[in-house]
């Protein structure tokens, strides 16, 4: 079980620029999570989807910001135009219905200067 | 407004010493979840509580719930460095996604 797996782990643009982050969940699992991370608002959760569809995008901050999940391995969190007030630790989780907790992957470390 | 508030926000302890950590739910509990976050890594499960007065143990650390008081507490026994990090509650008040608390920071020098 290789766990959750995010690439990029870091990534630095500039101001402007489309960011794409990729998550590949666990096998088996069919709940996907985004989640952002700042030393000011703490762990945020963006959105969720279940078999592969977006349940809720409530915590999604704007229009910049969207996310795909094409099939039951990948998932995208794309951000265009990028703005430095989006740099942050942005993290994927998954989880199994019914298995109690989330495996979360090791982050993408976003700086938009 | 926050939903889950943890204090104390960071907690400095000397290694051997106990120490608690708290997590106050502004609504309804339906379960709580603890999890660990190492500086600059992912989050690691650490356990489930989901009735009223569980309480459960991984090595030194021993978690509590309380519903009537919508709060969960977690203790750290004899804490050793390798006890430093993120401590963070999260609860999913009956749905699938789970809100996080503000975390604990926790650091146990020599």
């Known amino acids: 079980d290789a766990g959750v797996i995010q690439s990029p782990r870091h990534e630095v643009t500039e101001m402007g620029q489309e960011v794409t982050l990729r998550c590949k969940p666990i096998?088996?699992?069919?709940?996907l999570f985004w989640y952002r991370q700042t030393m000011m608002r703490g762990l945020e959760l963006l959105i969720y989807?279940?078999?592969?569809?977006?349940?809720?995008d409530s915590g999604m901050p704007e229009d910049r910001f969207s996310a795909k999940m094409p099939n039951a391995s990948f998932s995208t969190l794309k951000i265009q135009p990028s703005e430095p007030r989006d740099s942050a630790v942005y993290f994927c989780?998954?989880?199994?219905?019914?298995?109690?907790?989330?495996?979360f992957g090791s982050g993408t470390r976003l700086t938009v200067v | 407004s926050q939903e889950l508030e943890q204090s104390p926000q960071s907690l400095i302890v000397q290694e051997g010493k106990n120490l608690t950590i708290n997590c106050t739910s502004s609504?309804?509990?339906?379960?709580l979840y603890w999890y660990k976050q190492k500086y600059g890594e992912g989050l690691i499960f650490l356990m489930m509580?989901?009735?009223?007065?569980e309480e459960k143990s991984h090595e030194k650390i021993t978690a509590k719930l309380d519903e009537k008081k919508q709060q969960s507490s977690l203790h750290i026994t004899a804490s050793q460095p390798s006890h430093a990090g993120i401590y963070l509650c999260?609860?999913?008040?009956?749905?699938?996604?789970?809100?996080f608390g503000t975390g604990t920071r926790l650091q146990v020098f020599p």
């Open positions: 096998s088996g699992h069919n709940s």
């Open positions: 609504k309804t509990l339906y379960g």
């Open positions: 989807f279940n078999n592969n569809v977006p349940i809720d």
């Open positions: 989780a998954s989880s199994r219905t019914g298995v109690s907790g989330y495996t």
């Open positions: 999260g609860a999913g008040y009956n749905t699938d996604k789970l809100i």
């Open positions: 509580l989901q009735k009223g007065g």
